[in-house]
Antibody, heavy 117, light 111 residues
Framework: QVLLQESGPGLVKPSGTLSLTCAVS?????????WSWVRQPPGKGLEWIGE???????SYNPSLKSRVTISLDKSKNQFSLKLSSVTAADTAVYYC??????????WGQGTLVTVSS | QPVLTQSSSASASLGSSVKLTCTLS???????IAWHQQQPGKAPRYLMK???????NKGSGIPDRFSGSSSGADRYLTISNLQFEDESDYYC?????????FGGGTKLTVL
C-alpha cells in the first residue's frame, strides 16, 4: 500500500507562497496513479485543490487555478504544491492523496498551514 | 460538473444501524462515488467505491459492518452494529474528466 507524508512550513505570511511536498513510499510516483492535494479549513469540509498524473498532466480546481502549481519530482519520488498570493482564507490542513482508478484510496496524515503575519 | 449533497448531521444508538445519503446532481445520476470516513482529528480514510448499480468495493481492512447501496441518484452508506469509534464525519467523493468533487460531509453521532 502506498504511504504518503506531507512536509513544509506551518506558517506562511499573507501574500506569500505556500509550498508543500508529499513523499511517496511503498510505490513509485511513475506508476499510473493520480497524485492530488486536498485541503480542509478549520471546522469545514474537504476541498480538492488539484492533481498531477505520472506523465505530468495536471488538473486544477477552477476556483484556485490561477494560484496553484503541482509538480512531480521523480528522482525523489515525491510531488509538490505551490499556492501563491495566500490570504487567511488559505489557512487549512493540507492533505496529499492518491487515486489509482477513480477515488482517492490513500491519504497522507495532513499538515496544518496557517497564514498569518 | 457534478454536485454532491449530504445531510449535515445524523445520529443513531450504539449497536443500531444508520444509513447515510449522498445525492448526485441532475444529469449525473449514473456516476460512481466513493465514501470516506474522517474520525476526529484524523485524516480521511477510504471506505469504498460505490456504483450506480449498487455494487461496491471496500478498501483494505474495512469491517463488514460497512456496506453500500444505490437508488437512482442516491448513494447510501449503511453502518450496522454501530460502535463509538464510528462517530466521525463521512464524505462522499466523485470525479469527472479533470475534476473531483466532495460532498459537504455528514457528522455522525453515536448515542
Amino acid at each position: 500500500q502506498v504511504l504518503l507524508q506531507e512536509s513544509g512550513p506551518g506558517l506562511v505570511k499573507p501574500s506569500g507562497t505556500l509550498s508543500l511536498t508529499c513523499a511517496v513510499s511503498g510505490g513509485s510516483i511513475s506508476s499510473s496513479n493520480w497524485w492530488s492535494w486536498v485541503r480542509q479549513p478549520p471546522g469545514k469540509g474537504l476541498e480538492w485543490i488539484g492533481e498531477i498524473s505520472h506523465s505530468g498532466s495536471t488538473s486544477y480546481n477552477p476556483s484556485l487555478k490561477s494560484r496553484v502549481t503541482i509538480s512531480l519530482d521523480k528522482s525523489k519520488n515525491q510531488f509538490s504544491l505551490k499556492l501563491s498570493s495566500v490570504t487567511a482564507a488559505d489557512t487549512a490542513v493540507y492533505y496529499c492523496a492518491t487515486a489509482r482508478s477513480g477515488p482517492f484510496d490513500s491519504w497522507g496524515q495532513g499538515t496544518l498551514v496557517t497564514v498569518s503575519s | 460538473q457534478p454536485v454532491l449533497t449530504q445531510s449535515s448531521s445524523a445520529s443513531a444508538s450504539l449497536g443500531s444501524s444508520v444509513k447515510l445519503t449522498c445525492t448526485l446532481s441532475s444529469g449525473h445520476s449514473t456516476y460512481i462515488i466513493a465514501w470516506h470516513q474522517q474520525q476526529p482529528g484524523k485524516a480521511p480514510r477510504y471506505l469504498m467505491k460505490l456504483e450506480g448499480s449498487g455494487s461496491y468495493n471496500k478498501g483494505s481492512g474495512i469491517p463488514d459492518r460497512f456496506s453500500g447501496s444505490s437508488s437512482g441518484a442516491d448513494r447510501y452508506l449503511t453502518i450496522s452494529n454501530l460502535q463509538f469509534e464510528d462517530e466521525s464525519d463521512y464524505y462522499c467523493e466523485t470525479w469527472d474528466s479533470n475534476t473531483r468533487v466532495f460532498g459537504g460531509g455528514t457528522k455522525l453521532t453515536v448515542l
